[in-house]
DNA sequence: CAGGATCCCTTGGGATACTG
DNA sequence: CAGTATCCCAAGGGATCCTG
């Protein structure tokens, strides 16, 4: 899939929020959590708090709050509390959460024919040193899970 | 690689990575300052770094740096050094990355026809306290500056 | 159950000063 | 010019414990 610079909208100004369109969307849907938070409520459907994180996994409670807090502030999800004993709360995602569907099944589908491209590439740097390359990479593989102790 | 529920692991934990497809690809390409790098690159074409920071605007030498590095061990952005004096180092989107190009055309859609959205439900968020609704939002608007002292 | 409260650690990123 | 080397900060996240 060729992409010639004309199917880019036009770079503005410098400032890094407004040199690219899309980093306010990043700021919004990109972190750690809210791409498989989304996801989750997506293709799952409603579903309660605990559900939630037991789907996730490694999630903590606090930080899938703190996620589903802004989400649900930028409108992408909804939460519903029911005034029970003990109190039932859930979520599910929002039309406009929905809306980032096609993008998210665009993103996957880069993933899926590229991100072996990204590897291949990840391995030929790492394994062959470039005289004409500076010294070393400083935060080079950086994909490690801080997902355990 | 399609999310099938009845695919997904039942017991024990679910890595970020494999509750949401999409997340590698967060990794590699929506970092703070990786969309802005590689919507200049791809815009405005091979160029060299300071034009780059400039255009870039507010980063700083050592974090277009890493970032370029990163992307360069990516495959996503090829740098090319020109042993002269004084040294000239041109940097240029790679296949890889332009195959990015309709993703961010994508994104930049749904920015220019829902950001707005997000934006009302920011202000209807924070403007009207529901009483359902926990008492108040940990990190809400993250959107700090931290972008200069 | 759904989170709030704390404490702590890792990291991306910023500022400044300095080489090849 | 194109980085390097330090030092430093803020924020996202993680772990634990606690409560309406």
Do not use: H, L
């Given at each position: 899939m060729q992409a010639d610079?004309?199917?880019?909208p036009s770079a503005g100004s410098v400032d890094p929020e407004q040199a690219c369109p899309v980093a306010p969307v990043v700021d919004i849907v990109?972190?750690?959590w809210t791409t498989p938070i989304l996801w989750t409520l997506n293709y799952q459907g409603r579903q309660r708090f605990i559900e939630l994180q037991r789907r996730i996994g490694s999630i903590t409670p606090k930080v899938l709050t703190q996620r589903l807090r802004q989400l649900e502030r930028d409108g992408l999800v909804v939460r519903t509390y029911h005034p029970e004993v003990p109190p039932r709360v859930e979520y599910e995602i929002s039309d406009l959460g929905r809306s980032l569907a096609p993008l998210f099944a665009h993103l996957a589908e880069w993933a899926t024919s590229h991100l072996d491209d990204v590897e291949q590439a990840r391995r030929a740097y790492d394994g062959n040193p470039a005289a004409t390359r500076p010294s070393a990479v400083p935060d080079a593989g950086s994909v490690m899970s801080t997902a355990n102790r």
């Open positions: 610079p004309a199917t880019w990109f972190s750690r």
